[in-house]
């Protein structure tokens, strides 16, 4: 993978939010878009309750939301209180580490996915992520990035995965060589491929932690099944596990992308909490390693990052399944926790230095592609 080279600095602030509705991670980075020149405070804010319940309308609107209907009301709703957890996030972070507003030249912005429909043969693909970046730029006084993922999806990309740039860049400031693998584990799982020659292939494996959070939740229990003691309790139901997995989606090869909604919790129905969790992280394992195997070049290593590698059993379960060795993010010294955060630091830099930050490996568009948008404090 090549891009055109840049000598200046950035300092960027950094944002995720994930499916899990957990919390807002933050990260500062100092990058010349291609690199990694040094890393930054990081940490995390959690969202409150009201805010996730903000978000979940949105998500509940959004799952019924046909394409030529007006988008629902949620939506603005929740822009607004996305933005102002990023914003009461931020300014908390900066004081406590720091960080000054006008030391940052940048600040970069996800957003909430409240929607995500990867293309088809007779459809374009669909995504949504949510936030008013005008008020996280007006409240920091700082240019923010956000948006990154339509433009990949109006040329026809998957939108998703969009960290890979940044895998490689973490790659090659660790001194890894290729072919190695990074494996992020958050409610959808996705794998990214730095080959030998430094190219990149990327796509969703499958659900990693969203449907048994979703399970969780729906069972009247905590927010995820914490440290995988549901599942280590429970025992997988085969032939649930292999109808999962007759799903057309694992015959496929990449790029592809999905949502954590499009599978169903219905074949998990029946079961108990325990079996069900055991199930669901059994799949979540299996689809890791089916993605592994899909590789064009067998990885020397495969390093785990995102909430997932936190979870023993679902770990175990990857290594058992992988056929390589597969290590974390802590291992290779990098920042789990962070890493996404990081990541959308990185796509900001290099949005506004019109570098790309999907290709035809990562997301199936037709040529490398620059995306984002770009707000300044005090536009209209």
């Given at each position: 993978?090549?891009?055109?080279?840049?000598?200046?600095?950035?300092?960027?602030?950094?944002?995720?939010?994930?499916?899990?509705?957990?919390?807002?991670?933050?990260?500062?980075?100092?990058?010349?878009?291609?690199?990694?020149?040094?890393?930054?405070?990081?940490?995390?804010?959690?969202?409150?309750?009201?805010?996730?319940?903000?978000?979940?309308?949105?998500?509940?609107?959004?799952?019924?939301?046909?394409?030529?209907?007006?988008?629902?009301?949620?939506?603005?709703?929740?822009?607004?209180?996305?933005?102002?957890?990023?914003?009461?996030?931020?300014?908390?972070?900066?004081?406590?580490?720091?960080?000054?507003?006008?030391?940052?030249?940048?600040?970069?912005?996800?957003?909430?996915?409240?929607?995500?429909?990867?293309?088809?043969?007779?459809?374009?693909?669909?995504?949504?992520?949510?936030?008013?970046?005008?008020?996280?730029?007006?409240?920091?006084?700082?240019?923010?990035?956000?948006?990154?993922?339509?433009?990949?999806?109006?040329?026809?990309?998957?939108?998703?995965?969009?960290?890979?740039?940044?895998?490689?860049?973490?790659?090659?400031?660790?001194?890894?060589?290729?072919?190695?693998?990074?494996?992020?584990?958050?409610?959808?799982?996705?794998?990214?491929?730095?080959?030998?020659?430094?190219?990149?292939?990327?796509?969703?494996?499958?659900?990693?932690?969203?449907?048994?959070?979703?399970?969780?939740?729906?069972?009247?229990?905590?927010?995820?099944?914490?440290?995988?003691?549901?599942?280590?309790?429970?025992?997988?139901?085969?032939?649930?596990?292999?109808?999962?997995?007759?799903?057309?989606?694992?015959?496929?090869?990449?790029?592809?992308?999905?949502?954590?909604?499009?599978?169903?919790?219905?074949?998990?129905?029946?079961?108990?909490?325990?079996?069900?969790?055991?199930?669901?992280?059994?799949?979540?394992?299996?689809?890791?390693?089916?993605?592994?195997?899909?590789?064009?070049?067998?990885?020397?290593?495969?390093?785990?990052?995102?909430?997932?590698?936190?979870n023993p059993v679902l770990l175990a379960a990857i290594r058992e399944r992988?056929?390589?060795?597969?290590?974390?993010?802590?291992?290779?010294?990098?920042?789990?926790?962070?890493?996404?955060?990081?990541?959308?630091?990185?796509?900001?830099?290099?949005c506004l230095l019109c570098l790309p930050i999907s290709f035809p490996g990562?997301?199936?568009?037709?040529?490398?592609?620059?995306?984002?948008?770009?707000?300044?404090?005090?536009?209209?």
């Amino acid at each position: 993978m090549t891009t055109s080279s840049s000598t200046k600095t950035l300092r960027v602030l950094g944002f995720m939010t994930g499916t899990s509705l957990d919390a807002v991670d933050m990260a500062v980075i100092e990058t010349d878009g291609e690199n990694i020149i040094s890393f930054g405070p990081a940490g995390e804010m959690k969202l409150d309750a009201e805010t996730r319940a903000i978000v979940e309308d949105a998500i509940e609107d959004a799952l019924d939301w046909e394409r030529d209907e007006e988008e629902p009301d949620s939506f603005e709703d929740a822009r607004m209180a996305v933005a102002d957890a990023h914003l009461a996030a931020a300014l908390s972070f900066m004081a406590v580490n720091g960080v000054k507003a006008s030391a940052l030249d940048l600040v970069g912005v996800h957003g909430q996915t409240v929607l995500h429909e990867a293309p088809t043969p007779e459809l374009p693909g669909r995504t949504v992520q949510l936030i008013d970046a005008l008020s996280v730029a007006e409240g920091l006084g700082v240019r923010t990035a956000y948006d990154f993922r339509s433009a990949d999806v109006a040329a026809g990309g998957q939108g998703a995965p969009l960290a890979p740039v940044y895998h490689a860049a973490l790659v090659r400031k660790s001194g890894l060589s290729g072919p190695v693998a990074v494996l992020n584990l958050g409610g959808v799982g996705n794998i990214t491929l730095v080959r030998a020659d430094g190219e990149l292939e990327a796509f969703d494996t499958g659900p990693a932690n969203g449907m048994v959070d979703l399970l969780v939740q729906s069972r009247g229990k905590k927010r995820m099944d914490e440290g995988g003691k549901l599942a280590a309790a429970g025992t997988v139901d085969q032939a649930v596990l292999a109808a999962y997995l007759a799903h057309p989606y694992f015959a496929s090869t990449g790029p592809k992308s999905l949502d954590r909604f499009d599978f169903s919790l219905d074949p998990v129905a029946s079961l108990s909490l325990e079996d069900a969790a055991a199930t669901l992280t059994a799949f979540a394992a299996e689809a890791a390693a089916l993605g592994v195997g899909r590789c064009s070049e067998k990885p020397t290593k495969v390093v785990a990052c995102g909430g997932g590698r936190h979870n023993p059993v679902l770990l175990a379960a990857i290594r058992e399944r992988a056929g390589v060795p597969v290590t974390t993010a802590e291992d290779e010294g990098w920042r789990g926790d962070s890493i996404e955060a990081e990541a959308f630091a990185f796509l900001a830099a290099r949005c506004l230095l019109c570098l790309p930050i999907s290709f035809p490996g990562t997301t199936g568009v037709a040529e490398p592609l620059t995306g984002g948008r770009i707000v300044e404090p005090g536009e209209p």
